[in-house]
């Protein structure tokens, strides 16, 4: 099992930054890759980021690129993702995600864990 919580949302004016985080514990959540996911009002949940268990290898949805950075310190078994030059667009609750799996999934399906969530909202 493992468990997620989420951290860091809020409201911020557009082009404000914010980092959230994502707090893991469990067995061995060092060997989860981790997803960022979002969700607004009235559409589906989409994909925002992911980094596999080591860090090595990170994923961006593309209207995310350049602006968002995920990274993770497995000593401390939390993700972040940085959020800078943030967009009305960007507002949604964001979940954080573990799987165990090599490759980090790009699609909410395959993840097993999820946390509650955080609330952003980019005023514009």
């Known amino acids: 099992q493992v468990q997620l919580v989420e951290s860091g949302g809020g409201l911020v004016q557009t082009g404000g930054s914010l980092r959230l985080s994502c707090a893991a514990s469990?067995?061995?959540?060092?060997?989860?890759?981790i997803g960022w996911f979002r969700q607004a009002p009235g559409k589906e949940r989409e994909f925002v980021a992911a980094?596999?268990?080591?860090?090595?290898?990170?994923y961006y949805q593309d209207s995310v690129k350049g602006r968002f950075t995920i990274s993770r310190d497995n000593a401390k078994n939390t993700v972040l993702l940085q959020m800078n030059s943030l967009k009305p667009e960007d507002t949604a609750v964001y979940y954080c995600?573990?799987?165990?799996?090599?490759?980090?999934?790009?699609?909410?399906?395959?993840?097993?864990?999820w946390g509650q969530g955080t609330q952003v909202t980019v005023s514009s």
């Open positions: 995600a573990a799987d165990y799996a090599v490759v980090a999934p790009l699609t909410a399906h395959e993840y097993d864990y």
């Open positions: 980094i596999s268990w080591n860090g090595r290898s990170t």
């Open positions: 469990g067995r061995a959540v060092s060997t989860y890759a």
